[in-house]
């Protein structure tokens, strides 16, 4: 049975996607880790556009380069990007509410009812990112995250599930990860038929990479 939902999947994105000529979005190749966070919180439960006027407006504010060379391997110096410090600083600096009103111009929450603003959970995101002394790309690894920092993330209001933190060490260069959102989810079950839970959707993701 399993097979024959994994052959379903690898049959439907064959037809679908065009696997000779993809590449990734510019999204991957942000200049600063600061840009992955944004990215990481806000993307969760909305249209991609608004992430990415969120991303433009802050670049725009501190006139920031959003973008590298398309290459993982250049990644910008120590130096030349914004390292968490400096982010953590600047929100603190203005207050959640002035940031968010002011810089992002984005007042989306982490959820509908008991949510907390964006911004703030991307300073939590950030400050925890930091007491891990992880401030800048040069301290993320493929390896295994720690334990006790995925453990705080997930305490942060709506990054309950993680999918937030994959999806950060994604965008931070990370290939062996899948970010299991809802389009993902609904894509997979339309193809499969089936109703599945998120392991089992990044198991025959991973099942269909292989082959």
């Known amino acids: 049975m399993k097979e024959k939902i994994l052959?379903?999947?690898?049959?439907?994105?064959?037809?679908?996607?065009?696997?000779?000529?993809?590449?990734?979005?510019?999204?991957?190749?942000?200049?600063?880790?600061?840009?992955?966070?944004?990215?990481?919180?806000?993307?969760?439960?909305?249209?991609?556009?608004?992430?990415?006027?969120?991303?433009?407006?802050?670049?725009?504010?501190?006139?920031?380069?959003?973008?590298?060379?398309?290459?993982?391997?250049?990644?910008?110096?120590?130096?030349?990007?914004?390292?968490?410090?400096?982010?953590?600083?600047?929100i603190e600096d203005f207050g959640i509410e002035k940031f968010t009103n002011e810089?992002?111009?984005?007042?989306?929450?982490?959820?509908?009812?008991?949510?907390?603003?964006?911004t703030e959970a991307v300073l939590k995101f950030a400050k925890i990112l930091n007491e891990y002394s992880i401030n800048s790309f040069v301290d993320i690894t493929n390896d295994k995250i720690d334990p006790n920092?995925?453990?705080?993330?997930?305490?942060?209001?709506?990054?309950?599930?993680?999918?937030?933190l994959r999806y950060f060490l994604m965008l931070a260069g990370n290939d062996n990860l899948i970010k299991p959102d809802r389009m993902i989810i609904r894509y997979v079950e339309g193809i499969t038929s089936e109703k599945l839970s998120e392991r089992e959707i990044i198991l025959l993701i991973e099942g269909a990479v292989d082959i």
Do not use: M, W
Not at 149 to 164: A, F
């Open 103 to 118: 810089v992002f111009q984005n007042r989306q929450r982490t959820s509908s009812q008991s949510g907390i603003l964006k």
């Open 7 to 90: 052959g379903k999947l690898v049959d439907g994105i064959k037809r679908d996607i065009d696997l000779t000529n993809i590449s990734l979005g510019e999204e991957y190749f942000y200049n600063s880790l600061s840009l992955c966070v944004i990215d990481a919180v806000f993307s969760i439960g909305v249209n991609y556009q608004s992430v990415q006027n969120t991303v433009r407006r802050y670049c725009d504010y501190y006139s920031l380069t959003p973008f590298r060379l398309h290459s993982k391997e250049d990644y910008p110096n120590h130096d030349h990007q914004e390292t968490l410090d400096i982010f953590i600083k600047k």
């Open 149 to 164: 920092l995925e453990k705080e993330i997930k305490h942060i209001p709506g990054q309950k599930s993680g999918i937030s």
